[in-house]
């Protein structure tokens, strides 16, 4: 597939400096036929502007083929300072045929509550992209196992994410995956950042949706959001 900077080339240098267009094709492995078809009906901003994300996009897959379209959009956010929604990203994605050699496992071990207290919308929406700090923050409990001989333990890891530059607001370890867990989080969270009144969001997982938490978050002035239960994203955007 040629680029739309290849074309564009053989139309100027054709018209400012009279290059004849068969050498210049031929010499970039570009069909004359291809050339005038487009000279004809030149593409629109809107696909000139997906070519570019498409090479861009296999510049990435090739140096990072475990990367999926959600971190592939993250990476032209931030090394590439091209701003794409995750929709759009995806559209590309399949029509070149880009995906991620890596499937991921999600590894939350949150438990939803029969009876919940307090279940909030999803305000979210999948949309992983903030500009500026402390607008959205993504939340999500990961268990891990080790031994001691024979004898198998659990540890649980809590943590809160900053969307707008993924960094890690504040997180907690414990050998209880409990709501003690989730407010100590919570509450290093808002002593590291005490100003900060972010959309909350995280799965509907019983800490989460308990009157404590809940209050918790009100006492903030945090809007809470919820996805399925084990259904953070916080994972998948890692």
């Keep these: 597939m040629h680029t739309l900077c290849e074309y564009q080339a053989v139309s100027e240098l054709a018209e400012t400096n009279g290059y004849p267009v068969r050498q210049m094709c031929r010499y970039l492995g ?11 009906h030149p593409k629109s ?36 300072g091209t701003l794409v929604n995750d929709k759009r990203i995806l ?27 307090h279940i909030a919308k999803n305000y979210l929406h999948r949309e992983f992209h903030a500009d500026s700090p402390n607008e959205k923050w993504l939340t999500d409990i990961t268990e891990f196992k080790y031994y001691t001989g024979v004898e198998v333990h659990k540890i649980y890891l809590s943590a809160i994410l900053d969307l707008c530059d993924r960094r890690i607001v504040a997180f907690k370890t414990g050998d209880h995956n409990d709501i003690a867990l989730v407010m100590d989080t ?36 945090m809007k809470q959001s919820m996805s399925r239960v084990a259904h953070c994203d916080i994972v998948n955007i890692s």
């Design 91 to 117: 559209r590309i994605c399949r029509k070149i045929g880009v995906q991620s050699s890596i499937k991921w496992k999600p590894k939350s071990c949150t438990k939803t509550d029969r009876n919940p207290t």
């Design 30 to 40: 570009i069909s004359r036929s291809a050339y005038y078809r487009w000279l004809k």
């Design 186 to 221: 919570f509450d290093q969270a808002v002593a590291t950042e005490p100003d900060a009144h972010p959309l909350f969001h995280s799965d509907r997982g019983f800490q989460y949706t308990s009157q404590a938490f809940y209050n918790r978050l009100k006492k903030h002035h």
């Design 45 to 80: 901003e809107s696909e000139r502007k997906n070519e570019q994300i498409a090479d861009l996009i296999r510049e990435i897959h090739q140096s990072h083929p475990d990367m999926g379209y959600r971190r592939i959009r993250d990476e032209l956010a931030v090394n590439y």
